[in-house]
Nanobody, 115 residues
């Protein structure tokens, strides 16, 4: 059974940083494409970044200069380092496994950027 558990969200001031983590279990993490998405209130869920099993990455244009996706296959953990956070980054951030165009989701972690 696929399980994805996000952590690391919270309240941060504009210009601050956060590192989100996603602990994965129930599948072969090292061979999986993984991603971070986010969903602001009243908005659709949007892709933030993707990392392939081989380490190749892709970023959404809106955040590509401020976020870094990474993975630790020895720990079955996905990360999202976010820097220079802005109020518009406020959202619930979701970890996802992507396979055959299907997504598995975690429960999400809230990130609030506010002074």
């Amino acid at each position: 059974q696929v399980q994805l558990v996000e952590s690391g969200g919270g309240l941060v001031q504009p210009g601050g940083s956060l590192r989100l983590s996603c602990a994965a279990s129930g599948f072969n993490f090292a061979l999986s494409t993984m991603a971070w998405y986010r969903q602001a209130p009243g908005q659709q869920r949007d892709l933030v970044a993707v990392i392939a099993s081989g380490g190749g990455t892709h970023y959404a244009p809106s955040t590509k200069d401020r976020v870094t996706i990474s993975r630790d296959n020895a720990r079955d953990t996905l990360y999202l380092q976010m820097n220079n956070l802005k109020p518009e980054d406020t959202a619930v951030y979701y970890c996802s496994r992507i396979r055959n165009e299907q997504n598995w989701w975690g429960q999400g972690t809230q990130v609030t950027v506010s002074s």
